[in-house]
């Protein structure tokens, strides 16, 4: 008996073929159930063309000491949406389909800046314009719904596994927003029957390369021209307000929780406020990839001591996470000598991550008395980053760097003036960040130990900031 569709993805880039794909394929196996998963490609016609030719099967490869295969057959098809729009909605519409799922990355939620839907986005005003011929996810989703309403079929309901802070909500958000434009019966149809689950997913996915797919097709003994590889950790967090069919997906390691921001604090705080450390002072000191920096001990003690002194203990970790386990076991994962992430990659946009992953601590543990010594020179790493960049005129990939390159204060000796000027940047820090005499201390202090001692011996750097007194007189 064949599997019939019953999942609708939007969006079935390497991530979801290495995350959801996976769980959804390993539920079906051991449970059963009509969960086929149709992608629907928004902008390129790659996974249609290659999958089909492939019957939509592929491989897993998982990286670690030892690496698995796993070939994969849950995608059951892929719509190439700019060609196929009406087979799109058909299928988004039909009655067998009971979730959707996207992965669409942020700039496909068409936000406005206070959260909204951006009516001025160029897809959405065609969309508007074209309602039954969509380009946009959010078009596709909300015409799928009027279609399923006006027929009496249930609705579906959404599951954002995009890497965004309160996923669902925002998507609840831009799809209400959406259809309020055409009927105010079909929002409130929308608010009431559809689920908006928050989520959270984690596992380094490397982008295939053409080595992956020599190396893949040479060990399965067929020609795979579309594998997909990751590490072997992988996670999955929803939210367990919603009703409604899915797949036997908390049998094979989905966490159905009440504290989906919980888990998400602890990944900005522990995995992407460790990464990004990483970048900023592994670059400082030579090295490529975040297998390098972790492997040498001074850096591995910098994050490690971080990681329990100063983080561990700003938040609290939801009851189905034990926080000193998880920091642990991310800097294993960082050690995982088959995953080669480019510390380049992770420094993109770090006037937009250090808010993110960095301040929230710094401005809790400020709140609470506890230490930011570790904290303050993994940012001043990253003023230190911006620093050299300018002055070798490399370039710098950051929303802000035409306003770095106007900021010729950046290029002093004078430490202070340095640290000032960057604090003085307010769509970065906050009025009580700019004025705290603590941290502007401890921030002079790190960036003068960054200038003055050996970057490569980051440990003695630790050390010294460690033992500094409080402000001085």
């Not at 609705?155 to 927003?177: P, Q, T, W």
């Not at 970048?279 to 030579?286: I, N, Q, W």
């Not at 005129?393 to 900021?407: C, R, S, T, V, Y």
Request: with cysteine.
């Amino acid at each position: 008996m064949n599997t019939q569709i019953g999942i609708v993805h939007l969006g079935p880039g390497a991530f979801h073929r290495a995350h959801q794909a996976v769980y959804t394929e390993n539920a079906m196996n051991l449970s059963g159930g009509n969960w086929g998963i149709c992608g629907v490609s928004l902008r390129s016609v790659t996974a249609r063309n290659i999958l089909a030719e492939q019957d939509y099967l592929y491989t897993l490869a998982i990286l670690d000491e030892e690496v698995n295969y796993q070939v994969i057959g849950a995608i059951k098809e892929v719509l190439f949406a700019s060609e196929q729009s009406a087979e799109v909605i058909t299928r988004m519409s039909a009655a067998s389909t009971k979730l959707v799922t996207l992965t669409i990355t942020e700039k496909g939620y068409c936000l406005a800046f206070n959260g909204s839907l951006d009516l001025d986005n160029d897809d959405i005003k065609h969309d508007l314009a074209n309602p039954t011929n969509p380009i946009s996810a959010i078009g596709f989703i909300v015409e799928s719904l009027k279609q399923r309403k006006i027929n009496g079929v249930d609705a579906f309901n959404l599951i954002s596994c995009d890497n965004i802070s309160k996923n669902g909500e925002k998507l609840r958000r831009v799809v209400l927003d959406y259809a309020k434009q055409f009927d105010v019966s079909l929002q409130s149809w929308i608010d009431q029957n559809v689920a908006f689950p928050n989520t959270m997913v984690d596992s380094i996915t490397p982008k295939t390369e053409h080595y992956t797919i020599h190396s893949v097709s040479k060990v399965i003994g067929l020609q795979d021209n579309w594998p997909i590889q990751r590490e072997r950790f992988t996670q999955w967090v929803i939210d367990n307000n919603w009703q409604g069919e899915r797949p036997d997906w908390q049998s094979v390691g989905v966490i159905f929780t009440d504290d989906v921001d919980g888990f998400e604090k602890a990944k900005l705080r522990l995995l992407n406020c460790l990464h990004s450390t990483l970048a900023y002072s592994g670059l400082l000191a030579g090295f490529e990839t975040v297998f390098d920096v972790t492997s040498d001990k001074g850096f591995n003690y910098f994050i490690s001591k971080l990681a329990s002194d100063e983080i561990i203990n700003s938040f609290a970790p939801p009851k189905e996470l034990d926080a000193k386990v998880y920091g642990n076991e991310i800097i294993q994962r960082f050690l995982n000598p088959s995953i080669r992430h480019l510390l380049a990659q992770i420094a993109c946009d770090g006037s937009q991550k250090i808010q993110m992953r960095v301040l929230p601590i710094i401005e809790d543990n400020l709140a609470l008395g506890l230490p930011t010594k570790l904290l303050s020179l993994s940012l001043a790493c990253w003023f230190e980053f911006i620093c050299n960049a300018l002055k070798e005129g490399k370039e710098i990939i950051d929303p802000m760097a035409n306003d770095f390159a106007n900021m010729p204060k950046l290029l002093s000796n004078d430490i202070c003036e340095v640290v000032e000027t960057f604090l003085s940047i307010n769509t970065i820090f906050s009025h009580a960040l700019r004025n705290n005499i603590l941290l502007k201390v401890q921030l002079v202090n790190s960036q003068t130990a960054l200038r003055l001692g050996e970057i490569n011996k980051i440990n003695d750097i630790v050390e010294k900031l460690c033992r500094t007194q409080g402000i001085p007189q």
